[in-house]
């Protein structure tokens, strides 16, 4: 056996038959189902086109960009490995 097809004519039909003071309650369970299908729903996600964000700011004044970018980050790396020994070595002293 088939279960009944339920269209929007059906429910308005029955809602005809419901007292008028339970009416909010179902007010308030229709937007509960209609706010849950809402959550479901995947959300668009916004393309944000980063292209051009670091023009006009300088860097194409730099010759080798990507070279003195390695270049900081060598030096940032050697700062940090020194500061790691000194921390270590601190270390030792209070043990």
Known sequence: MQPETVTIDKIKS???EVPEDKLPEIYDFVEFIVDK???KQPK???IVKLGGIWKG???EK???LEGEVRKI???S???FSEKIQESSSI???WS
């Open 37 to 39: 299908a809402k959550l």
């Open 57 to 59: 700011l300088g860097f």
């Open 44 to 46: 668009k996600k916004k």
């Open 62 to 64: 730099i010759n080798d």
């Open 77 to 79: 790396h050697q700062q």
């Open 91 to 93: 270390d030792a002293i």
């Open 14 to 16: 029955k809602l005809a």
């Open 73 to 75: 980050r060598k030096q």
